[in-house]
C-alpha cells in the first residue's frame, strides 16, 4: 500500500471555518411589521418633532394676525368715509390761481388724504415754470395744505423772442404777452440766445448784475427805466423814458455796490442841475468817464425842439 501524505494549510482551515460559521448566523431578514418601532419611540419622535415646530408655528400664526390686522387697517384707512379730503389749502400762490394749482395735482375733494402721494404732487407743482419750491403736507383728517414758492419775474430777455427773468438771470418762462406777461418789466437787451446756450452761466451772471442796477435805478428820482442793454465792451446803458435818455452807466462787471450808487449819485447831481427845457433835450448821460470819474458828460438836443 502507498502511503500518501496530506498538508492542511491553517488559513484555509480557518477561512474555511469562518465561512461555515458565517453561514449558519447569518440571521434571515422578518417582515416589515416585525422590523417597525416600537410605539413608545413613535410617540417619543413625534413629541421631539412638535416641540421642534412649535415656535415656528407660533411665529407664522403671530405674522399671520399682524398681517391680516395690518390688512384691514389698510382698508379702513384708504376707504373710510372720514378721511376724505374736504379741504385742500393753498398759498403763497400770485401768479398762479387756485383752480390751475389744484389742475396741476389732479388731486380733489372727496379724494382719500391716505392715497395721495405728497412727493408726487410736489414734483408736478414744480413742473410748472413759475413754481420754483413747492411743499404739500396732510393734516389728518382731511385737509390737504399746499405751500407754493413762486419765481419772480424781474425783467423781460429778448432771445429770438421774449422770456421772463427772475432776479438771478434765468429766463424760466416764455412770455405770453398778450396775457400780460411782464407788464411794467424792463427789458434786457444785447444777449442773444447763442450766447445763453454757450455760456449759461455767465450770461445769466452777466443779466443778473444788469437787473440789480436797474433796481438801483429805480429806487430813486429819475427817468422811469425802459431797458437795460447789455454789451461786452462798453457795459450797461440804461434807456429812461419820459423823458427819453440814455445813460452810459459804464462797466458793472467788476464795479462795487458803492461805485455803482456813486455813479447813480452823479447822474442825480446833474439831472437836478438842468432846467426843463434841458432835461427834455438831453439824449445822453454818460457816467463811465474813467479818466474824470467825478464829471458826467450830457449829450444834448435842440433845446427849443427838445429833439
Not at 479818466?291 to 429833439?307: F, K, N
Amino acid at each position: 500500500m502507498t502511503n500518501s501524505s496530506y498538508v492542511i494549510h491553517p488559513a484555509v482551515t480557518r477561512a474555511g471555518s469562518q465561512r461555515s460559521r458565517g453561514g449558519r448566523n447569518r440571521r434571515r431578514p422578518g417582515s416589515l411589521w416585525h422590523r417597525r418601532p416600537r410605539p413608545t419611540v413613535i410617540v417619543r419622535a413625534v413629541g421631539r418633532a412638535l416641540r421642534r415646530s412649535l415656535p415656528i408655528a407660533i411665529v407664522l400664526a403671530i405674522l399671520g394676525g399682524v398681517g391680516g390686522a395690518a390688512w384691514a387697517g389698510y382698508r379702513f384707512l384708504t376707504t373710510s368715509p372720514r378721511f376724505a379730503i374736504t379741504a385742500i389749502v393753498v398759498s403763497g400762490n400770485r401768479a398762479l390761481d387756485e383752480a390751475s394749482v389744484r389742475a396741476r395735482m389732479g388731486v380733489g375733494e372727496g379724494d382719500n388724504i391716505f392715497l395721495v402721494r405728497p412727493a408726487r404732487l410736489e414734483a408736478a407743482l414744480t413742473g410748472d415754470p413759475w413754481v420754483a419750491k413747492a411743499e404739500v403736507h396732510r393734516e389728518l383728517p382731511h385737509t390737504l395744505v399746499v405751500e407754493i414758492e413762486e419765481r419772480i419775474a424781474a425783467a423781460l430777455i429778448d432771445l429770438d423772442g421774449f422770456y421772463l427773468c427772475a432776479d438771478d438771470g434765468h429766463p424760466f418762462k416764455r412770455a405770453d404777452l398778450a396775457d400780460g406777461d411782464g407788464v411794467g418789466l424792463p427789458i434786457v437787451t444785447g444777449v442773444g440766445r447763442k450766447e445763453m446756450l454757450a455760456a449759461p452761466a455767465e450770461t445769466e451772471r452777466r443779466i443778473a448784475r444788469a437787473i440789480a442796477a436797474g433796481r438801483a435805478w429805480a429806487s430813486g428820482a429819475r427817468p422811469r427805466l425802459g431797458e437795460l442793454h447789455v454789451d461786452v465792451r462798453r457795459g450797461l446803458t440804461v434807456f429812461g423814458y419820459q423823458p427819453a435818455v440814455a445813460i452810459h452807466v459804464g462797466d458793472i462787471d467788476s464795479a462795487s455796490a458803492a461805485e455803482l450808487t456813486a455813479r447813480l449819485s452823479r447822474f442825480d447831481q446833474a439831472w437836478a442841475a438842468l432846467t426843463p427845457g434841458e432835461r427834455a433835450a438831453a439824449r445822453t448821460f454818460h457816467l463811465d468817464n474813467a479818466a474824470r470819474p467825478d464829471h458826467v458828460t450830457i449829450g444834448m438836443g435842440d433845446l427849443r425842439t427838445g429833439e
